[in-house]
């Protein structure tokens, strides 16, 4: 089958994403479910139902505000919005690790017995290469020192509100002696 052709009279991905958006956070569609849904072998047609899933998974991002994570040889989770970040945290190690392998394979070249237009289009990529890792690495530094400013302010959050408990708690034993004496008086 061309992959260009329909394989049935709903694509793929709008049957996997009628399947997700029926889910709640926490519910797992797996492998099994996805195959009989689509009438392909789970094991066999693996490729062809993470195709479809990950056009899925981005319609129900885009339009349902949800996210996915692979379980590995099992399907596919509902991720809780709070975990959206670590989501979004792995992709983004991933885009350096994979800009760090292209620079590695432009620069790593025998220019030799190369024509200098060619070899400086490889050195035109390089320094693109270098300039993106280069920005990542700031943006990676400047997301550390808000993640740390973000956890400092909540901590410190918890402990006020901890603190503004026993503020109250003292206010109302106050309040209750000075209750009691006041009817004693009388």
Request: charged share 35%; proline share 3%; glycine share 4%.
């Amino acid at each position: 089958m061309s992959p260009f052709n329909p394989s049935g009279e709903r694509a793929r991905w709008r049957i996997l994403y009628d399947l997700l958006s029926a889910r709640t956070v926490g519910d797992v569609l797996t492998y099994d479910q996805m195959g009989k849904a689509l009438d392909l072998d789970p094991r066999k047609d693996r490729t062809p139902i993470q195709l479809a899933m990950r056009r899925a998974a981005s319609e129900l991002e885009h339009v349902d505000k949800q996210a996915v994570d692979s379980i590995v040889n099992v399907g596919y989770i509902i991720v809780k919005p709070e975990e959206h970040l670590g989501l979004a945290k792995r992709h983004q190690r991933r885009a350096s690790t994979q800009l760090v392998r292209g620079h590695s394979k432009v620069v790593n070249v025998d220019f030799n017995e190369m024509e200098p237009e060619t070899r400086k289009a490889f050195e035109v990529m390089a320094g693109a290469f270098a300039r993106q890792i280069d920005f990542m690495q700031r943006i990676d530094v400047r997301q550390r020192h808000l993640e740390e400013a973000v956890a400092t302010v909540t901590r410190q959050t918890e402990e006020q509100a901890q603190r503004t408990d026993e503020d109250i708690e003292e206010l109302r034993a106050r309040l209750r002696r000075l209750e009691e004496k006041a009817i004693g008086s009388e």
